[in-house]
């Protein structure tokens, strides 16, 4: 960031003295060019760091459910249809710079939400999409005592998170996730929660 905002001004300091001395006007593109995806960075506070790509993980106990799972660039799909989650809370944090996050859940499964997106989409596990940019994502409601209860902590720079079950999400790579015809309506989570 640092070395493109010191090339944005460089562009800048001979625009200026070019225009005193003429022909510096072909500087403004090189500048834009810079600037403009630097300006978008800069506004949602993008980290891309650490793993790029399209990662798949399937933990296998609860405590790998609470470890969490963190991608700097791409496409995550965690996938926890085959954890048997105890009585109680357990929190999942998962974090992407850039991209999708996919959490797939069994039938039934009571989640909630806690989710920062800086620019994106939130598409909750009972239907529906909520987006747009300084996303802040509280699911709170009553949780039956001794009942299983799934927390997701998620931290999105640029992307989606979507939580839902095999029935909702269809097909592979990004942009697979959307509302099939021939799925079943999911139900609404604070009913399941009870």
Same mark, same amino acid.
């Given at each position: ?66 470890? *969490?799972?963190?991608? !700097?660039?791409? +496409?995550?799909? @965690? &996938? #926890?249809?085959?954890? $048997?989650?105890? %009585? ?34 939130? *598409?909750?596990?009972? !239907?529906?999409? +909520?987006?747009? @940019? &300084? #996303?802040?994502?509280? $699911?709170?409601? %009553? ?44 139900? @609404? ?6």
């Amino acid at each position: 960031g640092i070395a493109v905002a010191g090339l944005v001004i460089a562009c800048g300091i001979g625009m200026v003295a070019g225009a005193f001395r003429g022909g510096a006007r072909w500087l403004a593109l090189p500048a834009l060019v810079l600037a403009l995806p630097l300006g978008a960075v800069a506004a949602t506070d993008l980290d891309v760091r650490g793993t790029w790509g399209e990662r798949h993980f399937v933990p296998a106990t609860v405590a790998e459910v609470e470890d *969490g799972y963190e991608m !700097g660039l791409g +496409e995550m799909r @965690v &996938d #926890l249809r085959n954890v $048997d989650l105890p %009585p109680g809370r357990t929190t999942l944090p998962v974090k992407i710079g850039m991209g999708e996050i996919q959490v797939l859940i069994p039938d039934g499964t009571c989640v909630t939400t806690d989710a920062d997106i800086s620019m994106g989409a939130y *598409g909750p596990p009972d !239907g529906g999409e +909520e987006g747009g @940019v &300084d #996303l802040e994502i509280e $699911d709170r409601f %009553p949780i039956a005592a001794g009942r299983p209860e799934l927390h997701l902590v998620a931290e999105i720079g640029l992307g989606a998170l979507r939580v839902g079950n095999s029935a909702v999400f269809v097909g592979d790579g990004f942009g697979g996730w959307h509302d099939d015809a021939q799925a079943p309506v999911p139900p @609404v989570m604070r009913e399941v929660c009870r």
